[in-house]
């Protein structure tokens, strides 16, 4: 079992930036696959950026690509989303979130991942 924690969130202004952490503990990290989701208010929780194992292989929802970033470093526990250009759209509660992967692929859903840190605040203002 592997525990999650968030941290980064803030208030920004609309074209502004934001760097997200999460840090793991627990079981070995590089056995697992990472995500980051999102959920916005009245609204179902959603794919933001995906991770594998060794970090050779991300994909990104069409609505963040070219703006955000997902990278780990597995020798510090550590996966971070860097934000930039953000929009007000992308006002949401952030997740971090992992599933025990036995290889390199990607997976976009909520259901394949089982473990999910609390959650931090994002708020973009226009």
């Known amino acids: 079992q592997v525990q999650l924690v968030e941290s980064g969130g803030g208030l920004v202004q609309a074209g502004g930036s934001l760097r997200l952490s999460c840090a793991a503990s627990?079981?070995?990290?590089?056995?697992?696959?990472m995500g980051w989701f999102r959920q916005a208010p009245g609204k179902e929780r959603e794919f933001v950026a995906v991770?594998?194992?060794?970090?050779?292989?991300?994909d990104y929802a069409d609505s963040v690509k070219g703006r955000f970033s997902v990278s780990r470093d597995n020798a510090k526990n550590t996966m971070v989303l860097q934000m930039n250009s953000l929009k007000s759209e992308d006002t949401a509660v952030y997740y971090c979130?992992?599933?025990?992967?036995?290889?390199?692929?990607?997976?976009?859903?909520?259901?394949?991942?089982?473990?999910w840190g609390q959650g931090t605040q994002v708020t973009v203002s226009s």
């Open positions: 979130a992992a599933r025990a992967a036995p290889g390199m692929v990607v997976r976009t859903q909520v259901s394949d991942y089982a473990y």
């Open positions: 991770i594998s194992r060794g970090g050779s292989n991300t």
């Open positions: 627990g079981r070995t990290f590089s056995l697992y696959g």
